[in-house]
């Protein structure tokens, strides 16, 4: 007499062996895998129970002797799955009716991970705008600046000297040895360069850039304004 296959199922499932034994913990994990495994994938993933991969093995074999699981050999190596005939297969209209009802919840998904997006930027945002306390902070330390520069506008309305003359001469001294190492160094390229350049074939412009030289006048720049704001310096200093 032959039975149907879910019988025989049922039958090997309640002589089914204890979720905490080895054969047990075995076959819950293949069937929660529901593919293809051989004996070291399984014995890799149960390292956790401290499972030795004889152990593993043992039960593997054992399971499959007993019809709890299916399995075929490859060679010398066994490849085991779950018997597939524990679980419900889906018809095509469940599976069009899984299918539409994985697009819409792929669509809350998305709106979720948009709606997540926008909270995270508006977070990063409040972040970087200033506490009150930093906003009071700053608030203080700009009145301070605008007094300091208020006394100093005071001071210079009323005729008062900021710089005194010794200040004014040190600096003036410092302003007028930079302007004069200016014009040596100015005068010394000169002389190298017309040394150089006196019988050269080469276009002066091109052998220039080729060197990475820039005049002055290249940079935006004048010795002669330099020395023109020393001597005003100087007949307004008489003046005073």
């Known amino acids: 007499q032959k039975f149907p296959a879910l019988f025989v199922f049922r ?3 309640s002589m089914a062996p204890k979720s905490d034994s080895v054969e047990g913990i075995v076959l819950n994990f293949v069937n ?6 051989n004996s070291q994938t399984v014995a890799d993933f149960l390292q956790k129970f401290n499972l030795k991969k004889a152990a593993v093995q043992k039960a593997l074999d054992t399971l499959a002797d007993s019809g709890r699981i299916s399995f075929k050999e490859y060679g010398k190596q066994k490849i ?7 679980f419900d297969i889906p018809n ?3 599976l069009n009716q899984m299918k539409e009802e994985n697009a819409k919840l792929q669509e809350k998904l998305d709106e979720q991970r948009k709606a997540i997006s926008e909270v995270e930027g508006e977070i990063k945002a409040l972040q970087s705008n200033l506490t009150l306390e930093q906003i009071r902070a700053r608030e203080a330390n700009r009145r301070k600046e605008v007094e300091v520069m208020e006394d100093k506008l005071t001071k210079l309305r009323g005729g008062v000297t900021l710089v005194s003359p010794e200040e004014r001469k040190v600096v003036e001294g410092m302003y007028s040895d930079t302007i004069s190492q200016w014009r040596r160094r100015k005068r010394m390229f000169k002389d190298i360069w017309d040394a150089i350049t006196e019988n050269s074939p080469k276009d002066l412009k091109e052998f220039k850039e080729e060197l990475g030289i820039d005049y002055d006048e290249d940079v935006g720049v004048s010795l002669q304004s330099f020395c023109d704001l020393m001597q005003q310096g100087k007949k307004r200093a008489r003046g005073q």
């Open 32 to 37: 929660e895998q529901n593919r293809p495994l």
């Open 80 to 86: 085991y799955i779950a018997r597939q005939d524990q």
């Open 11 to 13: 039958i090997l499932r």
């Open 92 to 94: 095509s209209e469940e």
